[in-house]
């Protein structure tokens, strides 16, 4: 069965004992890790680990010992309690293996908990997980995460007295970084007020945030998309920071508005278009391309690319431009059409 959104949060934070297993996977190894932490640490409990009652299986080891997942799940432990057999990064070539451990599961074995990497719809790993009726896959995406999860982060941390504006600058934040940064900031500032009454302010969660938050190219080209103008400049800014080349942010918008053009010039219309693509484009993303490629349509995705392709000829040539003024200004033209 397939965990989504709010339902996937809650079971995460109170996972079921009698349920067979869980399938957590995602583009984010990060947040794939924060999540499974988070699910066998609320099946097994603080002491599970070092009682033995989880059985971590890397992927190698179980393409070279096939057995060891079923022996793992049939085992019986010195210590009472529930178990866990944790299988690190699974594949597709490893879902007969799990497949079999799973047809032989019964009430009382080791809950099977499985982390894996990028899966589409039709990966076999999925399947397994999914058509099985007392099993859960969930994707992990690169959704900023929900209010009620970055109040639950900082709980768990003890940070309870905080002044709205801080909250504010808590969430933004947590917007901001990816989830294991997060939490090592919130961490951090729990230190940082230990013993300490008042509310948290502002002034706190500035002298504990990062100096520079980490920020992607995909970031830039939503903002250009999406014509967010008054986002653009201090993105570019933070990508700037992180020494990130121009011709880098040329190469990866071209190859996002092209996407964008294949999709609107579609016979068929832009979702067609947005399937047919390839490398194949699933989950929020494909979401967020297709309004893009159907606000956009392909005679202004056209021009956007002729823009895009003069900046990057510029970027190449000897020309003594600033490098990166020259791709800013083209994806601040752009912004602003977006925005009409």
């Avoid at 502002?202 to 100096?211: G, K, L, Q």
């Avoid at 933070?238 to 190859?255: N, S, Y």
């Amino acid at each position: 069965m397939k965990l989504a959104g709010l339902q996937a949060t809650r079971y995460f934070a109170k996972p079921e004992a009698h349920r067979l297993g869980l399938l957590i996977f995602g583009a984010d190894a990060m947040r794939v890790a924060l999540k499974r932490q988070e699910v066998i640490a609320a099946l097994i409990g603080p002491a599970g680990e070092a009682e033995m009652r989880m059985t971590r299986i890397p992927a190698a080891s179980l393409r070279k010992e096939p057995s060891a997942l079923l022996d793992a799940v049939k085992a019986v432990g010195f210590f009472p309690g529930p178990r866990v057999a944790f299988v690190e990064d699974a594949t597709d070539a490893m879902a007969p293996i799990i497949a079999s451990a799973v047809k032989e599961w019964k009430d009382g074995d080791a809950q099977i908990i499985v982390t894996g990497g990028s899966l589409t719809a039709k990966s076999a790993l999925r399947k397994v997980f999914e058509g099985h009726n007392n099993a859960y896959a969930a994707g992990i995406y690169d959704d900023p995460p929900s209010r009620d999860e970055l109040e639950d982060v900082l709980k768990k941390a003890g940070l309870k007295s905080i002044s709205p504006q801080a909250m504010n600058d808590l969430m933004a934040l947590g917007r901001a970084l990816d989830p294991g940064d997060f939490r090592q900031t919130v961490e951090k500032i729990s230190l940082y007020k230990y013993n300490d009454p008042s509310l948290l302010a502002p002034e706190d969660v500035v002298a504990c945030a990062p100096a520079t938050v980490d920020a992607d190219v995909d970031d830039v080209l939503n903002i250009v998309a999406e014509g967010r103008v008054g986002e653009l400049g201090p993105m570019m800014r933070r990508i700037e920071g992180q020494g990130v080349a121009p011709v880098t942010i040329a190469i990866q918008a071209l190859r996002h508005f092209r996407a964008l053009h294949a999709a609107a010039s579609d016979p068929g219309g832009p979702a067609q278009g947005i399937a047919r693509a390839r490398p194949p484009i699933f989950g929020p993303r494909r979401d967020k391309m297709l309004r893009q490629a159907s606000s956009w349509g392909m005679f202004k995705l056209e021009t956007a690319l002729k823009e895009l392709i003069n900046a990057d000829l510029i970027l190449r040539s000897s020309s003594r431009a600033p490098t990166m003024a020259v791709i800013e200004r083209a994806l601040m033209r752009l912004t602003v059409v977006a925005s009409r």
